[in-house]
């Protein structure tokens, strides 16, 4: 083996390992924003029974106001 070729073999490592860590910093940013997503994830999953509930009172409420709306129409038309 000549120095050219220890040389060339220590250059080549020096690349590997560059584009290693590199990667390792990529999975480790990866990590990092998966586990925000997460965290977001676990607050609309609690937040979900509550937004069921607030859509069945707008429902509810849209309802009533149609029923009075008809009520009294009905009333002001005489059917009533």
Do not use: C
Request: charged share 20%; proline share 1%.
């Amino acid at each position: 083996m000549s120095n050219f070729d220890l040389n060339d073999i220590a250059v080549r490592l020096s690349v590997i390992e560059e584009r290693i860590n590199n990667s390792t910093e990529s999975l480790n940013r990866l990590q990092h924003q998966m586990q925000a997503i997460d965290t977001r994830l676990e607050l609309i999953e609690k937040q979900e029974p509550m937004q069921t509930l607030a859509s069945r009172w707008i429902i509810s409420a849209v309802w009533t106001v149609a029923g009075l709306a008809a009520y009294m129409a009905a009333k002001f038309l005489g059917l009533m």
